[in-house]
């Protein structure tokens, strides 16, 4: 998985409690995503970051925050977790020194929210 | 809407022959296009690219088409194993660093020995 680490793999909540993801990277790479994987709608971009503390949003950023305050860490935070956040988030990474910058995938969390 | 689609959700095939996994794109503008393959439980894996200004590029037992007039892009599989059992996704994005990557919404491949 490209020296990428997901933490925790797996997690149950309740609806309304706060959730935070971990991505950690050992690559050095400049670029790190949030992705979301449902059934019927593939992986689609939550939020990403382009540096330490630049981030920006993505096509299904509503209901969650991120942050990077390392080059090696990227978390994403379910201020309120609903159950329409029940969901597979993959973090990726990409160097960004080139024009054909390849995203490189993590192992995933499986996040359920009763 | 989505911009990139699999023609086919899924596809089964025996052992030994070859496979075509197909995807249709709409955004004229893309201009990076890749192929993962995703096991039950795992994160997408890269198998190969394609950059807009080539029609072919050829990996170990894999080959990516791209014909643009038609905004296609297929994805052979030569001498399919049992271990190439798995989702692909095709996906495109255009050509600077850090955007994002628009998924198409898979097509399994299932392979019978």
């Known amino acids: 998985d490209a020296g990428i680490t997901q933490s925790p793999r797996h997690k149950v909540t309740e609806t309304g409690t706060p959730v935070t993801l971990r991505c950690h990277q050992t690559?050095?790479?400049?670029?790190m995503y949030w992705y979301r994987q449902d059934p019927g709608h593939g992986l689609r971009l939550i939020h990403y970051?382009?540096?330490?503390?630049?981030?920006d949003k993505g096509e299904v950023s509503d209901g969650y925050s991120v942050s990077r305050s390392k080059t090696e860490d990227f978390l994403l935070t379910l201020e309120s977790a609903t159950s329409s956040q029940t969901s597979v988030y993959f973090c990726?990474?990409?160097?960004?020194?080139?024009?054909?910058?390849?995203?490189?995938f993590g192992p995933g969390t499986r996040l359920t929210v009763l | 809407g989505e911009s990139v689609g699999l023609h086919l959700p899924t596809l089964s095939v025996q052992e030994g022959d070859n496979s075509i996994i197909n995807c249709a794109y709409s955004?004229?503008?893309?201009?990076?296009f890749i192929w993962y393959k995703q096991e039950s439980g795992k994160g997408p894996q890269f198998i190969i690219d394609?950059?807009?200004?080539?029609d072919k590029r050829q990996g170990q037992r894999v080959t990516v088409l791209l014909n643009k007039t038609v905004k296609h892009l297929s994805l052979q599989i030569a001498a399919t194993q049992p271990g190439d059992s798995a989702v692909y996704f095709c996906?495109?994005?255009?050509?600077?660093?850090?955007?994002?990557?628009?998924f198409g919404k898979g097509t399994t491949l299932s392979v019978s020995s």
């Open positions: 955004n004229s503008a893309s201009d990076y």
């Open positions: 970051s382009y540096g330490v503390k630049d981030t």
């Open positions: 394609i950059r807009s200004n080539m």
């Open positions: 990726a990474i990409s160097h960004g020194l080139a024009r054909t910058d390849t995203q490189y």
């Open positions: 690559e050095n790479h400049r670029y």
């Open positions: 996906a495109e994005k255009e050509d600077q660093a850090g955007t994002a990557l628009i």
